[in-house]
RNA sequence: GGCGGCAUAGCCAAGUGGUUAAGGCGACGGUCUGCAAAACCGUUAUGCGGCAGUUCGAAUCUGCCUGCCGCCUCCA
């Protein structure tokens, strides 16, 4: 049973699907005006580990992430970069699924963009405001918050309390302070489409409203997205979305804590970002993704480069595991008995885990039954006695399932995809050979200085080398 | 000002009423090794920001205090 926090309520829930085996998933995509940093990313990796658990528990996941790619900033960007907003957005969208790729995030069953959705948020304003909840003005239309009395449901506050921050921009035509624009009348040199109200743009809320209906339909299952969001733009999304509708906009409302830098917010606006191009360059995705999910979702987590260097040798104790079970699966014998604890231990630290992340997806929990996986495993193989192959493989699957939920190691055929010992049939690995077995003779002679040498050279160009009594191990770094 | 969150070992971080307070990183000691590496074993919080209180029993609940942060305006 999956419990989840959700924001609507303030409380756990047992999270059941709105159609039974199905879940309907929609996540607040980047804004497509610069490279994401990695507070952006601690959402997709959030929400893509989400989506991984559900799919592990068996159910089929409709995965809408929005590219919004017509918006304010966009606009200003393109001006300074001397571009195009279209051309920019392109830029920066192809620029987020690299940097998606990279950290190991499945991809979405569909990426729909504002700039191809005018139709349907025209269409939707128009049923706001021929049902009272909106109204033109001077080529603007604004949603009427007054007219919609659950708002603030999400966000917990009312109407009155929020008068205060309220404003008037020059220019705007809003009847009331909290109303908020769901269309935006064209100035000279920006993007617009033709619309009953003269051409314009839409406003910020609107499109995911239009397309979250248009992709999952109402009473969806989850909506996510950072914390900063649920003020205003969720409680926008709900209030546009159910008064269109008359229903239910999304069941359950999952926010992310930010990430901070020395305690401070990592923001845009405060100038203290790290892009994930530039901590990719530095770090292995495996080690991002431990550090991103080595703190529960809803919590702050500080970045700083130590903690990412932690990660690291964390990634690597997972990859050394990988590679001695690797390597005793291929030694065993087929058949053989026993292994019986070995067993028992597996199929208790997989309850563990399901009942980590089924309390509000605790991936720090999860890990953590990971790192007790490689103990047993590395027990397990070095034991005087190793359990037989077929345990092994059970070992094997285990450790392929936490992967393919967590997602640290990217997959092949259903197993981690950790960079090990070569086979020996391409060149380099052929010359590897040659070298350490000249390395292995200079052993033999008890010349430990050649020995040594070879053992240091190799390790400066990446290449670690680990004697062991049954031989040579090798492996990249 | 309004609303919300956080404070657990050297560092990161789970744990939200009940056996010896997960896990990771680091450090130290040991086993193995020619030496390493990897791996394993052991040690590293009689205590969970402080003070009261509730309870047979609290890191976990209540109150007060202190410190930090976020949202209320673009922001994942």
Not at 144 to 162: A, F, I, N, Q, W
Not at 249 to 271: D, P
Not at 339 to 361: N, V
């Amino acid at each position: 049973m999956i419990e989840v926090y959700n924001t609507l309520t303030g409380s756990k829930e047992r999270f059941v699907p709105a159609e039974p085996g199905r879940v309907r998933v929609y996540v607040c995509g980047p804004t497509t005006y610069n490279y994401i940093h990695l507070g952006n990313a601690r959402t997709f990796v959030i929400f893509d580990t989400v989506r991984r658990y559900l799919e592990y528990c068996g159910f089929k996941v409709v995965f809408i992430q929005n590219f919004t790619d017509v918006d304010d900033k966009i606009i200003k960007r393109a001006a300074e970069e001397n571009t195009t907003p279209h051309a920019l957005a392109q830029k920066y969208t192809r620029a987020y699924y690299e940097d998606a790729d990279g950290l190991n995030v499945l991809r979405a069953d569909v990426y729909p963009r504002v700039s191809e959705h005018i139709a349907e948020i025209i269409g939707l304003i128009e049923t706001l405001v021929a049902g009272g909840f909106a109204y033109a003005a001077g080529g603007d239309v604004y949603f009427s918050v007054r007219r919609y009395p659950d708002y603030g449901k999400l966000s917990g506050r009312s109407p009155d309390e929020m008068l205060s921050g309220a404003r008037v921009e020059p220019g705007e035509n809003k009847r009331d302070p909290l109303d908020f624009a769901l269309w935006k009348a064209a100035k000279p040199g920006e993007p617009k489409w033709p619309s009953p109200w003269g051409e314009g743009r839409p406003g910020w809320h609107i499109e995911c409203s239009a397309m979250a209906l248009k992709y999952l339909g109402a009473d969806f299952d989850f909506h996510g997205g950072g914390a900063d969001l649920i003020f205003p733009h969720h409680e926008n999304e709900i209030a546009q979305s159910e008064a269109a509708t008359g229903k239910t906009f999304a069941r359950y409302w999952l926010h992310n804590g930010f990430i901070t830098v020395r305690q401070e917010k990592m923001s845009k606006s405060i100038g203290n970002v790290f892009l994930v191009r530039e901590v990719l360059e530095r770090y292995p995705a495996s080690a991002v993704r431990l550090f991103l999910l080595g703190t529960h979702y809803r919590s702050p987590l500080d970045y700083a480069p130590e903690y990412l260097e932690a990660a690291v040798r964390g990634a690597e104790r997972l990859s050394n595991c990988f590679g001695l079970l690797t390597e005793a699966i291929a030694k065993a014998a087929s058949g053989g008995e026993g292994g019986d604890i070995f067993t028992d231990s597996l199929s208790s630290l997989e309850a563990d885990f399901r009942a980590a992340m089924d309390d509000d997806f605790n991936s720090a929990r999860a890990l953590a039954c990971y790192f007790d996986l490689v103990r047993e495993v590395n027990t397990a193989v070095h034991a005087v006695s190793p359990p037989p192959k077929k345990v092994l493989e059970q070992a094997m699957e285990l450790f392929s399932a936490f992967n393919r939920v967590l997602g640290i190691f990217p997959e092949k055929e259903g197993k981690p995809l950790i960079m090990k010992a070569a086979g020996g049939d391409d060149f380099t690995g052929r010359l590897l050979e040659l070298i350490i077995a000249v390395r292995q003779e200079a052993r033999i002679r008890k010349d430990w200085a050649v020995a040594d040498q070879i053992r240091e050279g190799l390790k400066e160009i990446g290449i670690v080398l680990e004697d062991t009594v049954e031989g040579v191990r090798w492996k990249k770094v």
